[in-house]
């Protein structure tokens, strides 16, 4: 792709990406925003000794007595000041959560992704290779999609943690290294899992139809390997719809990563964002969202010019 | 999550027929504990919520406090203020009404975790700061009514109030304020000290505890650890650290406990009562299990303002038809006493002569009949105008106990001919614009808390009914309105002898049982779950939380 083209594509989809953000927040700002019970509400509702003067002082000093629109023009001169303000739940500067949090929801979602897509490959090779093994590939991948993300968490619970005693139940490491590692297991292995059904399927239809083109013939005829005509001639070709596969698959595995961290009790931007929610965190709740939106904006670019970048047909499309 | 740990519990009970491997052999100088809520705040005086009350009991000690018998005692005083021990005053205020003025003494050898002593200039500054509203501390009642600030020696604090209550000795959330930290903080923004106190910004540092333990290490949203604070003067604690940790989802943490993750769940916030009872079903011999009743009063308000609830022989009807003894035994394992009143029958006010009404569908039937409700075709009664005897019925959605509670009751009011129709909402939509603005139109179930001895004032009295004008402030959503009532919530807190508070309640349960501006269900029980090997763990029920005397915990021997 010419590096002109390149600029071009990554300006637009930049501008593309800053206005899709605007618009979120707006949109976010005012669903939130306008959800019955504001935190004043939910403190009355809890609390006897509050009395009507206490409401009122504390709407004041939560800035909740101003108009919604004015609240949003205020809270987005700030976050574009850099100034990404406090969370009300949990009493702590918004960005000094939304780093560890999101650190840690990368590092499960890169991880299930790599592990969904290696061990999906594989199953999609085998069963576009050996049209036999077609049918056992489906069945499972049938089966796993149906199989709901808790409901997959919970067995690997019931067998590694509570039953055999090998993994832990749910949690963060304290001690960080390999024991770090023994946390990430259960989750990772649930989210990949789940995810694991798509990429079989794709990855053999895709697969299945490179295997079928003239110049695989051609790479027989030539005497490849069986193993070289798969990985070296066919998967190359097969690659770009499975590159959009995996930027679709990190918006879904983002909604994926909130039941897992839920049921793994882990910390990550699921949760934060989903506790932020309900806890009326309006601040926290809408930079969490933001911030999912980039990475999951982010992912697709990567996929879209990776894609261009393997498919020749795609490099002069804008 | 409530919609997703519906769906986990059963899985997880009917999955856990597989045995369980022992916990490994854990060090008997930790403990691990799991809740299930994380503290918005460690700030002692900003916002109340339980998850915070329980970690702080660890590593902090208030001025008095309620204990294990439900009485009123010394946390960090040394003496109890009594008018007969000198110690509170009877006086007229500045602009002649009654007052009072009460001395504490904090105890010798009392000092922060950095080595400071606890002195009254802690408390002085929690007073000043209390009395700053634009400190953004919770209730300010405590602190519009403690006008004056006195201190003659360095461990004495004296308040004056401009109102004389039976509460007086209780310092409530007055709680001393580590004054050589958090002054200069208050002083340079009064405004932002909610966000800049060093509760939120350096929470490890010790010098802000005073208690056994002191914040070690905090993981934002998943838990604390605590180690021992080195200047503690009281009883050693056993352990050399502790860990609570924040699991939201009730069936992770139980699974967290299978797992031997954690060795213990605190009651206080821990698992709902039918998940504890069926995990003691699964795995009784593996742990300790403790049903405290407490002070959570679960029942049904009505909103008088509905014509059908307005007659109170409907009302009486619709106890007389639930039947609630049949539901605790068979939901809650009997473990939950039924509520006869809003008074709970461990506290020492409860009347226990107070009518009970039983499960009697006849008499319900006859009082609908008397109020001119008659069975339609389908069942249903209506009235001489054609109306029909439909009700709606609100609680938490989501919430499973509830959920099925409803299900029960509403059959049971069909026989009689009542017609329910459920309308659930989420808790925050429930609470905060559907309960407090009044806006659910027959019955709402949800649970109060309270403290032992609280006078229920915001939940009975005519001038707590949320209005718009009050800021939708006050409790007493069923817009209950009793001139006997107002008198007796007026004279209770001015009644300073025990003995003569006693007759005044015995009148507000009387009038309560019969009058029902709500249907009293049951006081909740506390599900503790502990290891065998652990001991010395005297669970309340009530706001105090059992670590508050977590020193006396113990490894069994």
């Not at chain 1, 637009?12 to 707006?26: E, G, P």
Request: net charge neutral; aromatic share 8%.
């Amino acid at each position: 792709m010419a590096p002109a083209a390149m600029i071009r594509l990554l300006v637009s989809r930049l501008v593309q990406m800053v206005l899709t953000l605007a618009a979120l927040s707006f949109v976010a700002f005012l669903l939130i925003g306008l959800m019955p019970g504001d935190p004043i509400a939910v403190a009355i509702a809890g609390d006897p000794r509050l009395t009507a003067e206490d409401a009122a002082r504390l709407r004041a000093l939560h800035g909740l007595d101003t108009p919604i629109l004015a609240r949003y023009l205020a809270w987005a001169n700030s976050v574009l000041a850099g100034e990404f303000g406090h969370s009300r739940l949990f009493a702590r500067p918004v960005a000094d959560l939304l780093w560890p949090a999101l650190a840690s929801t990368l590092v499960l979602l890169g991880s299930a992704v790599l592990l969904a897509a290696a061990a999906g490959l594989a199953l999609g090779a085998l069963a576009a290779a050996r049209p036999q093994a077609r049918g056992v590939v489906d069945a499972l991948a049938i089966l796993i999609a149906s199989a709901p993300t808790f409901w997959i968490g919970i067995l690997l619970i019931l067998l590694f943690a509570v039953t055999l005693g090998w993994l832990p139940a749910g949690g963060q490491s304290e001690a960080g290294g390999l024991d770090a590692l023994r946390f990430l297991l259960l989750p990772v292995a649930t989210l990949a899992i789940a995810g694991l059904a798509a990429w079989a399927r794709h990855a053999a239809s895709a697969l299945a139809e490179a295997l079928a083109a003239p110049w695989i013939l051609s790479a027989r005829a030539r005497g490849a390997s069986r193993a070289r005509v798969l990985w070296a001639h066919a998967l190359p070709n097969a690659a770009p719809p499975l590159l959009a596969l995996a930027a679709l698959d990190v918006g879904a595995l983002v909604g994926g990563a909130l039941v897992t961290e839920t049921v793994f009790a882990r910390p990550g931007m699921g949760k934060l964002l989903y506790d932020a929610v309900m806890g009326s965190d309006l601040n926290l709740a809408l930079i969490a969202l933001l911030l999912i939106g980039a990475v999951t904006m982010a992912a697709s670019l990567a996929a879209d010019l990776a894609q261009r970048a393997l498919d020749p047909r795609l490099r002069d499309l804008a | 999550m409530p919609g997703l740990a519906a769906l986990l519990r059963p899985l997880l009970a009917a999955l856990l027929l597989a045995p369980a491997v022992p916990a490994a052999a854990q060090p008997r100088d930790s403990l691990t504990i799991g809740i299930t809520q994380y503290p918005a705040t460690f700030h002692p005086n900003i916002e109340s919520m339980a998850a915070k009350s329980y970690i702080l009991g660890f590593v902090r000690r208030p001025l008095t406090l309620y204990g294990q018998d439900w009485h009123l005692a010394c946390g960090i005083c040394e003496t109890l203020p009594t008018l007969e021990n000198g110690l509170a005053v009877l006086e007229t205020t500045p602009d002649g009404r009654p007052g009072i003025r009460v001395t504490w003494r904090i105890r010798e050898g009392l000092r922060w975790g950095d080595g400071t002593p606890v002195t009254a200039e802690d408390l002085r500054f929690a007073w000043e700061a209390g009395r700053a509203f634009e400190t953004g501390f919770g209730p300010a009642e405590f602190y519009r009514r403690a006008y004056e600030f006195l201190s003659a020696h360095p461990r004495e604090v004296t308040l004056r109030f401009d109102r004389v209550t039976f509460e007086y000795a209780s310092a409530g959330d007055f709680q001393p304020l580590p004054a050589h930290l958090e002054r200069s903080i208050w002083e340079a923004d009064r405004r932002a000290y909610r966000s800049r106190t060093r509760y939120e910004t350096d929470t490890t540092n010790p010098g802000l505890w005073n208690g056994p333990w002191r914040i070690a290490a905090v993981q934002p949203g998943a838990g604390v650890t605590l180690e021992p604070n080195p200047h503690w003067t009281g009883p050693a604690p056993a352990f050399r650290r502790i860990r609570v940790l924040t699991v939201e989802n009730t069936p992770a943490l139980e699974a967290q406990l299978l797992a031997g993750q954690i060795d213990m769940i605190a009651g206080e916030l821990g698992l709902p009562l039918e998940q504890a009872l069926a995990l003691q079903r699964r795995a009784g011999n593996r742990f300790q299990f403790h049903f405290q009743p407490g002070l959570i009063y679960e029942h049904i308000d009505l909103n008088l303002e509905n014509p059908i609830l307005a007659d109170r022989r409907v009302r009486q009807a619709l106890i007389l038809s639930a039947d609630r003894a049949q539901i605790v035994a068979r939901l809650f394992d009997n473990r939950q006493p039924v509520a006869h009143s809003n008074v709970n029958p461990l506290d020492g006010v409860h009347d226990p002569e107070v009518r009970q009404w039983p499960f009697d569908p006849a008499r319900a039937r006859a009082l609908l009949e008397e109020a001119g409700w008659r069975p339609g075709p389908d069942g249903i009664r209506r009235n001489a105008a054609g109306e029909r005897l439909a009700l709606d019925f609100m609680t938490t959605a989501g919430n499973r106990s509830r959920e099925q509670v409803q299900q029960i009751l509403a059959a049971g009011w069909r026989q009689v001919g009542i017609e329910v129709r459920i309308r659930n909402e989420p808790p925050r939509v429930f609470f905060s614009e559907t309960l407090s603005r009044r806006r659910y139109g027959g019955m709402a179930m949800f649970a109060w808390i309270s403290s032992p001895e609280s006078v229920p004032r915001s939940t009975l009295h005519s001038e707590e009914i949320p209005t718009a004008e009050r800021n939708w402030s006050g409790q007493n959503y069923t817009g209950f309105r009793h001139p006997r009532m107002d008198e007796l919530l007026e004279r209770l807190p001015e009644t300073l002898q025990r003995a003569d508070r006693l007759p005044l309640w015995r009148e507000l349960q009387a009038i309560y049982a019969e009058e029902l501006p709500a249907i009293p269900l049951w006081f909740r029980a506390d599900a503790h779950i502990w290891p065998l090997w652990l001991e010395g763990v005297r669970p309340t029920g009530h706001l105090n939380p059992s670590s508050l005397w977590a020193e006396e915990w113990r490894p069994r021997r």
